[in-house]
């Protein structure tokens, strides 16, 4: 039995047409991250990360291995120029979106484990003129919770720099 691999476009179009998209709230230090439940591709324990290379930028975590892969991982909460984690267990392991054969993956360290919301548009509110950090592309209001939508392109061009 063959299967079908939706990309984030597909899912994006999908979403419209039917007024939903599968997502996960993915809890980061003061924040929930909202995603396409197809960009976050598994989710594993951050006990073997191996560290950042000597110079890097402190949201740089480190690499964890992955399906034999070297994942580098990003502290989201760096990236938009607040605090690094004091501590953290898990790594959201995220499909590169860029179709960058350099980054077919990258890491998210998270606080805990992503829970699935099934996102109506109808209901997710945008918050316009929020503030937004340089790797938020929206704050948005779901189901009461405030949330951020990550910039994925932003997060994958730093990582590719």
Not at 46 to 66: I, R, T, Y
Not at 88 to 99: D, L, N, T, W, Y
Not at 107 to 124: D, F, H, S, Y
Request: net charge negative.
């Amino acid at each position: 039995m063959a299967t079908t691999q939706l990309t984030l476009n597909q899912t994006t179009l999908l979403g419209a047409t039917t007024g939903t998209i599968a997502c996960l709230l993915t809890p980061v230090t003061g924040k929930m991250l909202l995603l396409p439940n197809v960009t976050i591709a598994e989710v594993v324990p951050a006990e073997q990360m191996l560290p950042a290379p000597a110079g890097a930028g402190a949201w740089h975590q480190g690499f964890v291995k992955w399906r034999d892969i070297d994942v580098p991982v990003v502290a989201f909460e760096t990236l938009n120029d607040n605090q690094p984690p004091r501590e953290f267990e898990r790594i959201a392991i995220v499909s590169g979106i860029s179709a960058q054969r350099e980054l077919p993956y990258y890491g998210i360290v998270v606080q805990a484990i992503p829970r699935l919301a099934k996102v109506k548009i109808a209901e997710l509110e945008d918050l316009e003129g929020a503030s937004t950090g340089p790797m938020e592309f929206l704050k948005v209001r779901y189901a009461g919770e405030l949330a951020v939508i990550p910039d994925l392109d932003a997060i994958e061009a730093k990582l590719l720099a």
